[in-house]
């Protein structure tokens, strides 16, 4: 099995969101909510501020689950390593869990999420993708991630940039964060189309 932590598709800082420092309440009509950094107890409310922003890779060193980013890097590892077992660690493995995304649809529960997985692992084509320009919003035991993925898809001899539209949700459970809901889109039709034909396709390059 690979074990390529993806590293090349992302390299540089990027200007973006991310979960902010602690700050007092704001009385500005443009203020939106209040929330603490990662790894801490949330508010009831959050505020995201404009910095500096490192794409997360899976390349990070993970040593704490409780911290969002974290558990981000820790399916993107799993992710562009192919690893089917440190992905399953990172979802909740129920029925309430759900995908919707450019190659299996709608999914409800694990074995449907799962097949989506070993789809993209199985096939001849290589993908490894980096999340950017991202907000992190934390409430209680939930905090989403919007953003997007660039990446490569490399098979048959052939290479597709990617870009991807993206959200993660993720419910704090068994004392660390777990992936519940994924939702991600391509905008572009014709990359669509050969996303598809490409991670669907045998390893003699014709779709199944």
């Not at 991310?18 to 009385?27: F, G, L, N, V, Y």
């Not at 997360?56 to 590892?77: K, S």
């Not at 490569?152 to 052939?158: F, I, K, W």
Request: proline share 6%; glycine share 8%.
């Amino acid at each position: 099995m690979s074990r390529s932590c993806g590293c090349a598709a992302a390299a540089t800082p990027e200007s973006a969101g991310r979960i902010a420092p602690t700050q007092p309440p704001s009385t500005s009509p443009e203020a939106t909510d209040n929330v603490p950094s990662a790894g801490v107890a949330p508010s009831a409310t959050t505020t995201i501020e404009a910095l500096t922003q490192t794409p997360i890779t899976g390349c990070e060193t993970l040593t704490d689950l409780t911290d969002p980013a974290q558990a981000l890097a820790e399916f993107y590892r799993a992710f562009n390593s192919r690893d089917l077992a440190l992905i399953a660690n990172n979802w909740a493995l129920s029925a309430m869990i759900s995908m919707d995304n450019p190659l299996g649809g709608i999914k409800r529960g694990w074995p449907e999420i799962r097949a989506v997985y070993e789809q993209i692992f199985a096939g001849p084509g290589r993908v490894e993708v980096a999340f950017f320009d991202y907000t992190l919003h934390q409430a209680d035991e939930l905090f989403y991630a919007v953003g997007r993925e660039r990446g490569r898809l490399e098979a048959n001899g052939r290479a597709l940039d990617l870009a991807i539209r993206t959200s993660r949700i993720f419910h704090m459970k068994e004392g660390r964060w777990r992936q519940v809901h994924h939702r991600g889109s391509i905008e572009e039709a014709s990359l669509l189309a050969a996303y598809q034909t490409a991670v669907r396709a045998t390893g003699d390059g014709v779709a199944r």
